[in-house]
């Protein structure tokens, strides 16, 4: 936990789109819409934006949940301020990345077993109530694209590096 005289005021800077933060309103918007914001543990964008103005480093270092979002660009449709929370979500990772280079955020495993992170419960609703099957055109519907997949992830030296948290 970053003490807040620990605080690096000047995080926004290392962050690309960091600039606009100001700006937010804490509306919550952003987060009303976010389809990983139902994720176990959820995403909460707004929160993070809080965490990076405020400077709490060690905290944003620690976070798996931007790893969660799936790049729907919805936060980025309902933002009133314009403040591209989407973009802030995937700045974090790649700074997160360029402070830590062994980091691999929970959410890869969920990749790597399934294809997907977030939990489809209520897609699969959505789908039976407009006619469609509820079964997902997920990968892990296809066992042979399934281990295709997963080999070129094992491709990835820090993913090689510690297969150990893959197979099980
Ligand atoms: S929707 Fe925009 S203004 Fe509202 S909390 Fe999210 S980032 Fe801030
Ligand atoms: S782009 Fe990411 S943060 Fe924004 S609504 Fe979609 S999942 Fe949530």
């Known amino acids: 936990?970053?003490?807040?005289?620990?605080?690096?005021?000047?995080?926004?800077?290392?962050?690309?789109?960091?600039?606009?933060?100001?700006?937010?309103?804490?509306?919550?918007?952003?987060?009303?819409?976010?389809?990983?914001s139902e994720a176990d543990p959820p995403l909460l964008i707004r929160t993070l934006l809080r965490m990076v103005e405020l400077g709490l480093e060690d905290n944003l270092l620690e976070e798996d949940t931007p790893w969660s979002c799936v790049t729907c660009s919805r936060c980025e449709e309902v933002?009133?301020?314009?403040?591209?929370?989407?973009?802030?979500?995937?700045?974090?990772?790649?700074?997160?990345?360029?402070?830590?280079?062994?980091?691999?955020?929970l959410s890869t495993t969920e990749i790597y077993q399934r294809g997907y992170t977030q939990p489809v419960d209520r897609v699969e609703e959505l789908r039976r109530s407009v006619g469609l099957s509820g079964k997902l055109p997920v990968i892990t519907a296809d066992p042979e694209l399934l281990a295709k997949f997963q080999a070129m992830l094992m491709e990835i030296d820090v993913i090689r590096d510690h297969d150990f948290m893959f197979k099980g």
């Open 79 to 105: 933002c009133p301020m314009d403040v591209r929370p989407f973009e802030i979500c995937l700045a974090l990772r790649r700074w997160q990345c360029r402070n830590d280079s062994t980091r691999i955020p």
């Open 1 to 36: 936990m970053t003490a807040l005289s620990e605080a690096n005021l000047d995080l926004w800077r290392d962050l690309e789109g960091g600039d606009v933060l100001r700006i937010c309103l804490t509306c919550g918007s952003c987060v009303s819409d976010c389809p990983a």
